[in-house]
């Protein structure tokens, strides 16, 4: 069974950062791409970043130039710094992972951006 195990949310006022780490455990051969998504209270889940195995990297529009994705393939890790963090990207986040054509997801990690 494929576990994804996040860490890094928190508590932080807006203008600062946050860096969410995410570990892929279990029968892995290979993981094809990695990506991190949010949830707001009331609203859907919705895809925030992704890095193909490649390193090729794809962000939302609201989060351009603020946050930066990044992976070790060797480790199977995924990293999200984010920066300039605003209210409006607190959320539970998700870091998801695509591997041998399935799909698993974490358990989340709560980021609250609050002054």
């Known amino acids: 069974q494929v576990q994804l195990e996040e860490s890094g949310g928190g508590l932080v006022q807006p203008g600062g950062s946050l860096v969410l780490a995410c570990v892929a455990s279990?029968?892995?051969?290979?993981?094809?791409?990695m990506a991190w998504y949010r949830q707001a209270p009331g609203e859907q889940r919705k895809l925030v970043a992704e890095?193909?195995?490649?390193?090729?990297?794809d962000y939302v529009d609201s989060v351009k130039g603020r946050f930066t994705i990044s992976r070790d393939i060797a480790k199977n890790t995924v990293s999200l710094q984010m920066n300039s963090l605003k209210p409006e990207d607190t959320a539970v986040y998700y870091c998801?992972?695509?591997?041998?054509?399935?799909?698993?997801w974490g358990q989340g990690t709560q980021v609250t951006v609050s002054s």
């Open positions: 998801a992972a695509s591997v041998a054509g399935y799909f698993y």
């Open positions: 279990g029968p892995i051969f290979r993981v094809n791409e």
């Open positions: 890095i193909t195995s490649g390193g090729v990297t």
